[in-house]
């Protein structure tokens, strides 16, 4: 069998740059060395040299060189059997789109520009370094399964050998080669429809976090599979009475989750609603056998699936009885498909049958499913059960008794993966420490959705003034607290420092565009409970809520309005980027000169941020080399790095232009009907007095009416004190008329 060298895994990957331009040679070696094993060449001719004696695990190429530039280089390298699987990323100063799409056809995984984000070439080459280790570990759990079936095929041809001999063992054999045959057809559909879909997913997917979470899920099913052919390659594994159970911890609601996971896809394809309700009961692992028990409620949930057209397929789990060593747990799966008979129920537990042939004809399948599931559920000491009538669906249970591991005190923290087509609900209060309106807007838009009350703090000095009021009255802690690092008066570390002080436990996560591995282990350190990094999506945010909010539900996300939604909000953004930094370079300029680098470092900051969220990254990588620069102190920023900055922010600024001439154009319509006004003034008012977010959605209206300008603004910047004295005086104008 083919053998996967794990221990080269804790090997440094080793990447070669070829850059004639020794500068940039030496600041792109700078910039990786600490992670990764770092070999150069300045041309392209000595790098072909070198990679007759190395070998390394990825290239980073220059395009123009003289001699041989690197289109040449990579086409060399496509020839050569020894480098011609190696992933090469064309690192240059051409810019234009004709060079980089001419350089991907040759066969690069990437194109990056200079000048470039030393944390996102990082990133982007732990990208490409991780997808090529999973394709070597799919390659390898793809040629140990044909080495076994294989090994099984010479076995099933010697046997045939033997059939000459007697008639009686010809028999037998050709039964249970059959029976393996169906067996292993049945048994690894389910995971290997998996693997090939999520692979799918990945090639069309430019995500970063929606990759990983299908190389995750990838991942979980190829040792999924591997658990089951395992067990039933034997071909008569089954009905020889030889499945010996496990008895080891396992944790119950990452079964469920699983499950979850794996067959929402092909429900979602058949417009299907899959419900899942479990009781929150167990604290603590159980001890059985967590292979069988998925493979049987997995076989049950294919099934639903696979009989229901239209409707929903529910899974449900109770507890029915429990003492201090043992639990009794009731499992139920209902569908509202095309049900069978009392005829046809007769006869599915029987091998190889379905309901009828016409069955067989329509929907598929071997008729082993509930043949295996029966089987399984009786070894583990239950009894499978049916209930179905034609038109009116089906519904299976049994019940299972596990031990309690009472050894294990607490489930550890396992990886969270949140599938693409289920969105989370919560319910719960966040408190927000931002600076920056942009990232208020967009911090704040997300909590909402997923049904999170959100009170926003403008430094991290309001932050703690709202915590000690809270502390001092009594009142209810917030569920979370999402926590800038970089802010005016009070930053985000003394900011925990001083809620530590206070004793509130609530966790805290560090919510910032500072993620290299220092800064989180500061962060950490400080006392924070974990980090999202700006700008994040959805899938992060998802992520980090679930691990400290209990997910109170979850809602199947309908595609189309996400995206009228998304389109929306990066409308909303860009609008409001556009109106903010129209004097951010001057602002910069100012604070530097008069010697205030922490405060042009802070600006940078900002806008590195805020330039990411709107898909802006020439403007964020040069930004945050801004930031870099004046975090040194007296290490200024050259000339050239400040006027690339100011042509850049200059470009963005031109290109959204239109959003602000739209806005004005709108604004340029008041509203002069007196009672249209109150009308806006006495639904917004117990909105503004409660710090109801929603309280946005009468922005376009308030800026049309006269003299109102100022309660929008302080709308806008969720200063809703402001926004109450504003909307007062408003109240008083009109009542003077």
Same mark, same amino acid.
């Given at each position: 069998m083919m053998a996967y060298n794990e221990s080269a895994q804790t090997k440094k990957d080793k990447i070669l740059i070829v850059d004639d331009g020794l500068l940039k040679l030496e600041m792109t070696k700078r910039a990786i060395i600490n992670q990764y094993d770092v070999i150069t060449a300045i041309s392209g001719k000595e790098a072909l040299a070198l990679l007759e004696k190395e070998t390394p695990d990825l290239i980073l190429l220059d395009v123009?060189?003289?001699?041989?530039?690197?289109?040449?280089? +990579?086409?060399?390298?496509?020839?050569?059997?020894?480098?011609? *699987? #190696?992933?090469? %990323?064309f690192l240059t100063a051409k810019t234009d789109a004709a060079a980089e799409l001419f350089g991907l056809s040759l066969g690069a995984v990437d194109y990056i520009t200079v000048p470039f984000s030393p944390p996102l070439l990082l990133k982007r080459l732990e990208l490409h370094l991780f997808l090529v280790k999973q394709k070597n570990e799919l390659r390898y759990f793809n040629q140990n399964l044909m080495d076994l079936v294989d090994e099984r095929t010479i076995e099933i041809e010697k046997s045939k050998e033997d059939l000459r001999y007697a008639l009686e063992v010809a028999e037998a054999?050709?039964?249970?080669?059959?029976?393996?045959?169906?067996?292993?057809?049945?048994?690894?559909?389910?995971?290997?429809?998996?693997? +090939?879909?999520?692979?799918?997913?990945?090639?069309?997917?430019? *995500? #970063?976090?929606? %990759?990983?979470?299908?190389?995750?899920?990838?991942t979980e099913s190829a040792k999924w599979l591997l658990n089951i052919i395992n067990d039933i390659l034997d071909i008569s594994v089954i009905e020889s009475d030889k499945i010996v159970l496990e008895h080891v911890p396992f944790d119950f609601t990452e079964i469920f989750e699983h499950c979850r996971s794996l067959i929402l896809p092909k429900a979602m394809e058949k417009g299907i609603a899959v419900d899942f309700h479990t009781e929150h009961?167990?604290?603590?692992?159980?001890?059985?056998?967590?292979?069988?028990?998925?493979?049987?409620?997995?076989?049950?949930?294919?099934?639903a699936v696979k009989f229901t057209n239209d409707g929903k397929v529910e899974l449900a789990a109770s507890v029915k009885n429990r003492d201090e060593n043992s639990i009794t747990v009731y499992f139920e799966v209902k569908d509202s498909g095309i049900g069978m008979s009392p005829e046809q129920i007769e006869k599915i537990y029987e091998p190889f049958m379905q309901a009828d042939n016409s069955v067989t004809r329509k929907f598929g399948g071997t008729g082993l499913g509930l043949t295996i599931v029966k089987h399984t559920i009786e070894i583990m000491g239950g009894t499978l059960n049916?209930?179905?009538a034609v038109g009116a669906g089906s519904k299976f249970s049994f019940e299972l008794v596990f031990d309690i591991d009472n050894v294990t005190s607490k489930l550890p923290t396992q990886e969270i993966v949140i599938n693409e087509f289920e969105r989370p609900n919560f319910e719960g209060e966040v408190l927000i420490c931002e600076d920056n309106e942009l990232n208020q807007k967009v911090i704040n838009e997300h909590l909402i959705k997923v049904g999170l009350n959100t009170v926003m703090a403008y430094d991290g000095k309001e932050g703690v003034e709202i915590l000690e009021k809270r502390v001092?009255?009594?009142?209810?802690?917030?569920?979370?607290?999402?926590?800038?690092?970089?802010?005016p008066i009070m930053s985000g570390l003394e900011a925990v420092a001083k809620i530590i002080e206070l004793g509130v436990k609530t966790p805290i996560v560090a919510l910032t565009a500072n993620v290299m591995p220092k800064d989180i282990e500061q962060y950490r350190l400080s006392g924070m409970s974990d980090t999202v990094g700006k700008p994040f999506t959805t899938q992060e945010l998802w992520k980090c809520l679930v691990k400290y909010i209990p997910v109170k539900s979850y809602t199947a996300i309908d595609k189309q309005q996400e995206s009228a939604e998304e389109e929306k909000q990066q409308k909303l953004l860009k609008l409001n980027f556009a109106k903010d930094n129209q004097n951010r370079y001057s602002e910069i300029i100012t604070a530097a000169s008069a010697g205030d680098f922490k405060t042009a470092g802070r600006i940078a900051h900002t806008l590195k941020s805020n330039a990411g969220q709107i898909g802006e990254k020439e403007l964020q990588g040069l930004a945050a080399a801004?930031?870099?620069a004046y975090s040194e102190g007296e290490n200024k920023p050259d000339d050239y790095l400040l006027q690339s900055f100011d042509a850049a922010l200059k470009a963005v600024l031109a290109r959204l232009m239109p959003f602000l001439d739209e806005a004005n154009e709108k604004?340029?319509?008041?509203?002069?009907?007196?009672?249209?006004?109150?009308?806006?003034?006495?639904?917004?008012e117990p909105m503004l007095v409660n710090k109801n977010p929603d309280c946005e959605d009468f922005l376009d209206d308030i800026y049309k009416i006269p003299g109102a300008e100022m309660l929008a603004k302080n709308i806008e910047k969720f200063k809703y004190k402001k926004a109450v004295e504003e909307l007062t005086i408003l109240k008083k104008g009109l009542e003077a008329e």
């Amino acid at each position: 069998m083919m053998a996967y060298n794990e221990s080269a895994q804790t090997k440094k990957d080793k990447i070669l740059i070829v850059d004639d331009g020794l500068l940039k040679l030496e600041m792109t070696k700078r910039a990786i060395i600490n992670q990764y094993d770092v070999i150069t060449a300045i041309s392209g001719k000595e790098a072909l040299a070198l990679l007759e004696k190395e070998t390394p695990d990825l290239i980073l190429l220059d395009v123009e060189m003289p001699e041989m530039d690197g289109y040449a280089v +990579i086409q060399e390298l496509q020839i050569m059997e020894k480098t011609k *699987n #190696i992933p090469v %990323i064309f690192l240059t100063a051409k810019t234009d789109a004709a060079a980089e799409l001419f350089g991907l056809s040759l066969g690069a995984v990437d194109y990056i520009t200079v000048p470039f984000s030393p944390p996102l070439l990082l990133k982007r080459l732990e990208l490409h370094l991780f997808l090529v280790k999973q394709k070597n570990e799919l390659r390898y759990f793809n040629q140990n399964l044909m080495d076994l079936v294989d090994e099984r095929t010479i076995e099933i041809e010697k046997s045939k050998e033997d059939l000459r001999y007697a008639l009686e063992v010809a028999e037998a054999a050709n039964r249970t080669k059959t029976a393996f045959l169906a067996n292993m057809s049945h048994e690894i559909r389910t995971p290997l429809n998996s693997i +090939i879909g999520f692979s799918e997913l990945s090639q069309d997917e430019d *995500n #970063i976090a929606k %990759i990983k979470g299908y190389l995750a899920n990838i991942t979980e099913s190829a040792k999924w599979l591997l658990n089951i052919i395992n067990d039933i390659l034997d071909i008569s594994v089954i009905e020889s009475d030889k499945i010996v159970l496990e008895h080891v911890p396992f944790d119950f609601t990452e079964i469920f989750e699983h499950c979850r996971s794996l067959i929402l896809p092909k429900a979602m394809e058949k417009g299907i609603a899959v419900d899942f309700h479990t009781e929150h009961f167990i604290t603590k692992k159980l001890l059985g056998d967590p292979v069988r028990l998925r493979q049987a409620i997995m076989n049950l949930l294919s099934n639903a699936v696979k009989f229901t057209n239209d409707g929903k397929v529910e899974l449900a789990a109770s507890v029915k009885n429990r003492d201090e060593n043992s639990i009794t747990v009731y499992f139920e799966v209902k569908d509202s498909g095309i049900g069978m008979s009392p005829e046809q129920i007769e006869k599915i537990y029987e091998p190889f049958m379905q309901a009828d042939n016409s069955v067989t004809r329509k929907f598929g399948g071997t008729g082993l499913g509930l043949t295996i599931v029966k089987h399984t559920i009786e070894i583990m000491g239950g009894t499978l059960n049916v209930e179905s009538a034609v038109g009116a669906g089906s519904k299976f249970s049994f019940e299972l008794v596990f031990d309690i591991d009472n050894v294990t005190s607490k489930l550890p923290t396992q990886e969270i993966v949140i599938n693409e087509f289920e969105r989370p609900n919560f319910e719960g209060e966040v408190l927000i420490c931002e600076d920056n309106e942009l990232n208020q807007k967009v911090i704040n838009e997300h909590l909402i959705k997923v049904g999170l009350n959100t009170v926003m703090a403008y430094d991290g000095k309001e932050g703690v003034e709202i915590l000690e009021k809270r502390v001092k009255n009594g009142e209810k802690m917030f569920d979370l607290i999402f926590m800038d690092i970089q802010m005016p008066i009070m930053s985000g570390l003394e900011a925990v420092a001083k809620i530590i002080e206070l004793g509130v436990k609530t966790p805290i996560v560090a919510l910032t565009a500072n993620v290299m591995p220092k800064d989180i282990e500061q962060y950490r350190l400080s006392g924070m409970s974990d980090t999202v990094g700006k700008p994040f999506t959805t899938q992060e945010l998802w992520k980090c809520l679930v691990k400290y909010i209990p997910v109170k539900s979850y809602t199947a996300i309908d595609k189309q309005q996400e995206s009228a939604e998304e389109e929306k909000q990066q409308k909303l953004l860009k609008l409001n980027f556009a109106k903010d930094n129209q004097n951010r370079y001057s602002e910069i300029i100012t604070a530097a000169s008069a010697g205030d680098f922490k405060t042009a470092g802070r600006i940078a900051h900002t806008l590195k941020s805020n330039a990411g969220q709107i898909g802006e990254k020439e403007l964020q990588g040069l930004a945050a080399a801004l930031e870099a620069a004046y975090s040194e102190g007296e290490n200024k920023p050259d000339d050239y790095l400040l006027q690339s900055f100011d042509a850049a922010l200059k470009a963005v600024l031109a290109r959204l232009m239109p959003f602000l001439d739209e806005a004005n154009e709108k604004n340029k319509v008041k509203i002069t009907d007196k009672a249209k006004i109150q009308g806006i003034i006495e639904e917004l008012e117990p909105m503004l007095v409660n710090k109801n977010p929603d309280c946005e959605d009468f922005l376009d209206d308030i800026y049309k009416i006269p003299g109102a300008e100022m309660l929008a603004k302080n709308i806008e910047k969720f200063k809703y004190k402001k926004a109450v004295e504003e909307l007062t005086i408003l109240k008083k104008g009109l009542e003077a008329e």
